[in-house]
Each structure stands twice: as C-alpha cells, then as structure tokens.
C-alpha cells in the first residue's frame, strides 16, 4: 500500500442558500475543488465540517450516524427545502476530534448538517458519500484560541480527514446591496487584504483582522469568519491557493482557500 497522503484543507465561502441550486462561475470553482481533492488525495475518509451556521456557547462535535440535514433559512423558494444530501456519519472521526481536543469539546447531536454545510458540499462532493462531522463555531472562544483549536485537529489530516470550513470573509446582511452583482469598496479592500495575508502566510493579520479599518463593516459579527481561523491553525505552514474570489451583493466575499494542494 501506498503512504497515505496528507488531506489538504478548505475554506469556502456560502453566501446565499440558493447557491446549492446554481450553477454559475462560483458553483463551478467549488466542483473543481472537490475534483481536485479526490484527484490528488483520494477519497477523503470523512469530513470534518466547520459552518458559520452551528454557532455555539461552547465547542461541540456530531456523533450521529445518519445526521438530520438542516434547512435553517427561511422564505426561500420550495425547491431550496427540496434539496437532499443524505451524508453518513462516522464516529471515529467524532472519536478522534474528541480525543484531541479533550474536556473542552462535548458530544451534542440536537443540530445536523445545516445550510452552510449542504449548500457548499452539493457541488463539491455531490454523491454525498464521504461521511460528514459537523463541529461547531465556538462564539466564546477568542479569535487566537479558535486558531489554536484548528492547529489541535491538524493531526486528522495525517489520517485521511478532510477539514472543510463554511463561512465568508466578509458577511454582512444589514449592508447586502441586492442589486449589486460586485462588491462595495469596503468588501474589496477587506478581502483582498485578507487574501493577500493568507497567501503570504501571515497569520497574525488573519487573526488580528479587527485592526484593519473596514473590520467592523466586513465582520459586523465572527460567526462566518471563525470557520477560516479554524482552517488556518489546522493549515499549519501549508500554502495556500484561492479560489471564487468573487464579491457579490456588495457586502459578500465569496472567497475560498485551499492549503497543501496542487495548483
């Protein structure tokens, strides 16, 4: 047998829920990625799935076998509630993150794979059968602490886990300008500075991102941002690739990274 490849890991933005039945330059770039992975990696063993939309008092992982999925949006046309991705649990991998983040996570099975989750994975991994944990966004960790925890789940890469995060680099519903197909000048500097920091691997100004002045427009709240300071602790020293680096709606980044890939 062959020595077991390191499993890469991603981040991507969501967006909207209707993005899981769009097909368009954004959906294509999550395809590519989740080709790419299984080209360069093989399948992965399971998913750990990081979403903005688990957002807890609290650091909690999944131990379901067959997870409920989650249709956590409202007023959306019927055929979004229609979408089915019926992804398998795996209780190693719930072993395994409880094993490496010991007393500070807890098992808690009340939510499932929501929005955040399904709407990213139908085109990524379409056939839904990589088994999927979700772990939630701990809101009442600091912004270095969310870093570390991802650094202690880096070891679930030496192990066939792919360690997926969901979320935005700039998420902010009060400013969505819907009648923008870009993004506003605050969007754009603020997520092309955070791109430029993850390429260089400055993690200082991923974590520190309060700092730049067009923080408070761009991460009005961290839920959708914490997913990627999660991803960049389990990266490790990897270097990254950017994908759908696309800002829509004026306040939306779309923005994706994928560490220890080939281009």
């Known amino acids: 047998m062959g020595e077991q490849k390191i ?33 360069q990696f093989g399948r992965p063993k399971a998913i750990l799935m990081v979403s903005a939309h688990w957002y807890t008092h609290g650091t909690f992982v999944q131990s379901a076998q067959e997870p409920r999925q989650v249709y956590d949006m409202y007023g959306f046309p019927k055929e979004l509630y229609q979408v089915k991705y019926p992804a398998k649990g795996d209780r190693e991998l719930t072993r395994q993150v409880e094993g490496l ?67 935005n680099v700039v998420h902010n519903l009060r400013e969505v300008e819907w009648d923008n197909e870009g993004g506003s000048d605050a969007t754009l500097r603020f997520n092309d500075y955070i791109t430029e920091a993850v390429l260089q691997g400055e993690t200082d100004k991923v974590i520190g991102f309060a700092s730049h002045p067009d923080a408070g427009y761009a991460v009005p709240t961290p839920d959708h941002y914490l997913p990627l300071l999660v991803c960049l602790g389990a990266a490790g020293t990897d270097q990254s690739q950017v994908f759908n680096k696309v800002c829509n709606l004026g306040s939306m980044a779309m923005t994706g990274y994928a560490w220890g890939m080939e281009e």
Do not use: C
């Not at 808690?108 to 399904?118: K, Q, R, S, T, V």
């Open 7 to 39: 499993m890469p890991v991603v981040f991507s933005g969501h967006g909207s829920p209707m993005i899981a039945l769009e097909h368009n330059e954004i959906t294509e770039g999550m395809d590519r990625i989740g080709r790419a992975v299984e080209k």
């Open 101 to 167: 983040l010991g007393s500070v996570v807890a098992v808690n099975d009340d939510w499932g794979i929501d929005h955040g989750a399904w709407t990213v994975l139908v085109h990524m991994f379409p056939k839904a059968d990589i088994p999927v944990v979700q772990l939630s966004v701990d809101g009442d960790l600091s912004y270095q602490e969310e870093f570390e925890l991802g650094r202690k789940l880096a070891q679930l890469r030496e192990q066939g886990y792919l360690i997926l995060g969901s979320g």
